[in-house]
């Protein structure tokens, strides 16, 4: 495959074809950053390049040209399969979420609710199937090897339901615990993409200087031929090596969803379609009866529950690096640096130092040991602290109570704990 030719533009054109706003969504909590959610969020500057060879064999398109098409993609209707492969290089998320909310795991709620669920995809490798039939009727399944899990969201009805314990949740309207991802997206909790397209709208969402990004040829994905966008830092000390995302020619839907670390090694997140039909699916996908015997729970009595301490806490992440932006003026909380290296600087509450010692019976045994497997000591100007480290999201917890987290190295935290002592 032949090299791309490439020049130098503004993100003037990627602000208008993506409708980017100035305002962006902050981040309501900070656990452990294990979600899925905006991890690929980043300031892009475009550079476009020509695909001009490869197989499939499709005409000349520019980044910023690729760009547009997906923003102007109005596709609504499709079914196909996932897959997506995830890996944090953290242990195995199951039965860590209880630990973390009680050292006995035990917790109440409905195994269906889809906020715990869903992180499920945090990790490992899973298979989803998913249908679509415009904004207001989406279906994900996680299929198993002996069970299934499916969000079905019908109008205002939402109706999760795990077929291995042969539970369901239901809520109505604006109580459901996930939204709706327009244009041939699934509902999922927020910040739990479960599509490609989901996945590259967070990398597509800001348009600025610190970004490269080009057509570097063309692929199949699916038996669909696509260009091959390809995102990538220019600054330094980023987690993110690149970012590819392969794009429908014909419809300018994404098919394919890679992020690659900069440490090397297989892809954080492998997102794509290894089936997929974009004709309208059969109404029966989006109905939902509960079986006889299944135990409902309705979204107000879990979220009752969630508050109570009753359930796994939401694990989220900042959004990215251009999430991190948004956080400024948010209580506590202050940015160093901006787009991939920017880094988010968080007051713990009350001025409470990090806890480092299950003696102190702050941290549950099983979580502390959960922490413990990829945390570093550091210190520096900012004094000491420990790095807890992901192969993308890290973030320094002082022992006098700060947190600095970011999509960036350890030693990039450390120059930002330093930098605002």
């Known amino acids: 495959m032949a090299p791309n030719d490439s020049a130098e533009t503004t993100g003037d054109a990627a602000d208008e074809a993506t409708g980017t706003t100035a305002g962006r969504r902050r981040a309501a909590r900070y656990v452990v950053p294990v979600a899925v959610a905006g991890v690929a969020a980043a300031t892009i500057g475009l550079v476009p390049a020509l695909a001009d060879s490869g197989d499939p064999d499709l005409p000349k398109i520019t980044a910023q040209q690729l760009i547009e098409k997906i923003a102007a993609s109005d596709t609504e209707q499709l079914s196909g399969t996932v897959k997506i492969s995830t890996d944090l290089g953290i242990p195995s998320l199951g039965g860590l979420a209880g630990s973390l909310a009680q050292g006995d795991g035990a917790h109440g709620g409905s195994s269906a609710d889809p906020q715990e669920k869903l992180t499920e995809l945090a990790s490992g490798t899973h298979t989803l199937r998913v249908a679509a039939d415009g904004p207001d009727k989406q ?9 299934e899990y499916s969000v079905i969201r019908n109008g205002d009805q939402v109706w999760a339901y795990d077929s291995k314990s042969n539970e369901a949740y239901h809520a109505t309207g604006g109580k459901a615990s996930g939204h709706a991802e327009k244009r041939g997206g699934a509902t999922a909790p927020d910040g739990v993409p479960t599509m490609p397209k989901a996945f590259a709208e967070e990398a597509l969402k800001t348009a600025g200087p610190t970004t490269s990004v080009t057509v570097d040829g063309t692929a199949q994905v699916a038996g669909r031929d696509a260009y091959k966008l ?7 000390g980023s987690t993110i090596g690149a970012i590819t995302i392969a794009v429908d020619a014909k419809n300018g839907v994404p098919l394919k969803f890679t992020l690659s670390p900069s440490s090397g090694g297989k892809a954080v997140i492998d997102a794509g379609f290894t089936g997929v039909d974009f004709a309208k699916p059969a109404g029966s996908s989006f109905t939902f009866t509960p079986p006889k015997g299944a135990k409902v729970t309705e979204a107000d009595d879990a979220k009752t529950q969630r508050q109570a301490g009753k359930q796994a806490p939401e694990f989220k992440v900042p959004g990215g ?12 909380v202050k940015v160093i640096g901006e787009g991939w290296s920017a880094v988010a600087e968080i007051e713990a509450p009350g001025g409470r130092t990090v806890p480092t010692s299950p003696k102190s019976g702050d941290v549950p045994p099983a979580a502390q040991q959960f922490l413990d497997s990829f945390g570093d000591k550091v210190t520096g100007k900012f004094g000491s602290g420990t790095v807890f480290k992901t192969r993308l999201v890290n973030a320094l917890m002082t022992d006098d109570g700060k947190v600095y987290v970011g ?8 120059r930002a704990a330093d930098s605002a002592s």
């Not at 279906?139 to 069970?147: E, F, G, N, Y």
């Open 139 to 147: 279906r994900v399944s996680i299929l198993d090897s002996a069970a």
């Open 321 to 332: 690096p251009a999430g991190l932006d948004g956080l400024a003026g948010g209580k506590g």
């Open 407 to 414: 999509l960036v190295t350890k030693d990039a935290l450390v």
């Open 230 to 236: 390809v995102i990538k830092p220019k600054q330094g």
